[in-house]
Antibody, heavy 122, light 108 residues
């Protein structure tokens, strides 16, 4: 199983952009059978799937984020990223990077990063 | 989106007892694309069950999943001290993938 590690600023100002990176080790980010994704967890909304990205850049997102979200993959660095624009206090959460299967039949989350707490505050 | 409702919110049990957790979906989950995760304080969730009833690698036999359609169950046959945690169900058959709000299994 690969290991996933999140990194990025712990504090983001309201209306700014939250940016996180996930580094994949012990496995190939260019896997043709896996998606890479982000899930967040907050006391108010519980676990919330944000979106997923394939190593080619093909992506899909939770519509509830109203186009504020984007993801990308950098295969040369074995990293994938998350950006959330125009953040508010409601975006304060623990953000997990994850691995999930490519197909619906294995679309569950098989690997989780340890998570990183991001606080949105002035 | 599919809403998953877990019950009860909290289950107070003693070690050695059998625990039964419920997850009900607002619409049919196709092909039983439902997973269960365990989360302990300060840790990320861990996959227990996928496909409603298939155990993930390394998961003890005391954990089992069942159900189809809109009603799913996670059973823990004999609670061990390390099983006291929060359990979440997730459907992955329809986008957006959604989670239940969790059931906390606490020591009585």
């Amino acid at each position: 199983q690969p290991r996933l590690q999140e990194s990025g600023p712990r504090l983001v100002r309201p209306s700014e952009t939250l940016s996180l990176i996930c580094t994949v080790s012990g496995g190939s980010i260019s896997s043709k059978t896996q998606y890479w994704g982000w899930i967040r967890q907050s006391p108010g909304k519980g676990l919330e799937w944000i979106g997923s990205v394939f190593y080619t850049g093909m992506d899909y997102y939770n519509p509830s984020f109203n186009s504020r979200v984007s993801m990308a993959v950098d295969t040369s660095r074995s990293q994938f990223s998350l950006k959330v624009k125009s953040v508010t206090a409601a975006d304060t959460a623990i953000y997990y990077c994850v691995r999930q299967g490519l197909y619906d039949s294995d679309g569950y989350v098989s690997v989780w990063g340890q998570g990183t707490l991001v606080i949105v505050s002035p | 989106e599919i809403v998953l409702t877990q019950s009860p919110g909290t289950l107070s049990m003693s070690p050695g007892e059998r625990a039964t957790l419920s997850c009900r979906a607002s619409q049919t989950i196709r092909s039983s694309y439902l997973a269960w995760y365990q989360q302990k304080p300060g840790q990320a969730p861990r996959l227990l069950i996928y496909g409603a009833s298939s155990k993930a690698t390394g998961i003890p036999d005391r954990f089992s999943g069942s159900g189809s359609g809109t009603d799913f169950t996670l059973s823990i046959s004999r609670l061990e001290p390390e099983d006291f945690a929060v359990y979440y169900c997730q459907q992955y058959g329809v986008s957006p993938r959604t989670f239940g709000q969790g059931t906390k299994v606490e020591i009585k």
